[in-house]
């Protein structure tokens, strides 16, 4: 992250929910070093808490780094040592499942990565669209791009919210990730699936248009426990602003944000 030219205004929130007992989620701000992570525990398996933890704490002993490709490079090297960690404590514990979802953002010189396994979700708000960059590793996901179901029946279909991919299930985790250039006034949306089983992507674009970062946490969790908060909930809004630019206003009209990337 070239830190003479670039600012990054960055709000985070995370809330038990309704319903749950624990709240397993797990989130870490980094600007210093160019990471943000959300993390879900798994439910009905054991400790999804300590799996979410796990590859918090091994994200966050990622030091400055050199490059674009080194910060990425620790950053898998991280996941996969946290992956072998769980899969280790599950053997300890006579062959229990300690997994968890995972979607991290990486900024450097310009420049920005998602990496991520499971659902939960990296959007980017620019030129006032919201464009989802993770993809859903679900089988409803599955069964959507394979053309079995529609999307309204992915909304609500059984397995909606089975994920397919995890750190710590396998011996090798897969990762998924994307990549591009910033442009000043991009918004990053991180957050595990107790916010969009509540609320919809035009409406996660209007809180983070019309509000600061941690304002918008803040009411984006509030909107989901009116709403029931059936799940533990996490966001994380991270708001990127050359120095060049005006400072935002408390409404946030002077993004001057550019064309999607996808």
Known sequence: MDRATARFETGAATHLGKVRQRNEDSYLVRPETGIWAVADGMGGHDSGDLASQTVMEALESIQPSRSAEDLLSRCEERIFDANARLKEIGRQRGGAIIGTTVAVL????????????????IYMVRHGKITQLSRDHTEAQELLQNGTITPEEAKTWPGSNVITRAIGVDDVPELEMTSGSLSSGDVFVMCSDGLIRHVEDNEILQCVTANLSQ????????????????????????????????????????????????
């Open 106 to 121: 990486l900024a450097f010189d310009g420049y920005f990565a998602c990496v991520w396994s499971g659902d939960s979700r």
């Open 215 to 262: 304002q918008a946490c803040d009411q984006l969790i509030v909107l989901t426990l009116e709403r029931g908060a059936l799940d533990n909930v996490t966001v994380i809004v991270v708001r990127y602003r050359s120095e060049v630019e005006p400072p935002l206003g408390t409404n946030g009209n002077s993004l001057g944000m550019k064309e999607s990337p996808r």
